[in-house]
């Protein structure tokens, strides 16, 4: 909410060995809970974002407002987590069989990822621990060089300016 991030571009490669990229990103909507800490208690819906396979390496673009900088991060998953994506969640949705198909990506200053699977039911998400999780930024960028929807400079919009006087970067518990 206040301490706003962008995604830009996403490749993803999935267990099947199917590329996607993409470009049009699913929108984030602003989470009042999350001010200042990570919140596992987010649920959101895919629309545009969506790989048949869960995913064996994920590499994404994103610009922190915040921080005024690029961001490429590279993840890669355990065997673990596809196995979890594959099992039912044991619960049913309208009657269907519920999976843990969706994962949640939380962006934080100083380019900190953290990862978590969608839970079905109110209660925490299910934590995400990658195989490898790299973010790199400024000269070390190599996928995600020039890509940026910040090319001509970043502006802090009033409630960013209101939320970081008096504060110290970088503003919470991440």
Partial sequence: KALPASVNFVTLLDEKQVHYTFRTLDSVQSNPSSVGKWYQRVVRDSQFN?????????IFCWDSILDKKTYETHIT????????MH?????????????????LFGLAPEGKVRIWLQTLKIGDNLTVQP????????????????ISNHKQGYDYSQTTKDFIKDKTYPYGEW
């Fill in 50 to 58: 969506k790989a048949r396979h869960p995913p064996l390496g994920i």
């Fill in 77 to 84: 998953f355990s065997q673990a987590t596809r196995d979890r």
């Fill in 87 to 103: 099992a039912p969640a044991g619960i049913t949705m309208f009657g269907d069989t519920a999976w843990y198909d969706t994962m």
């Fill in 131 to 146: 195989e490898k999780l790299v973010t790199l930024s400024g000269r070390e960028l190599r996928v995600c060089k020039n």
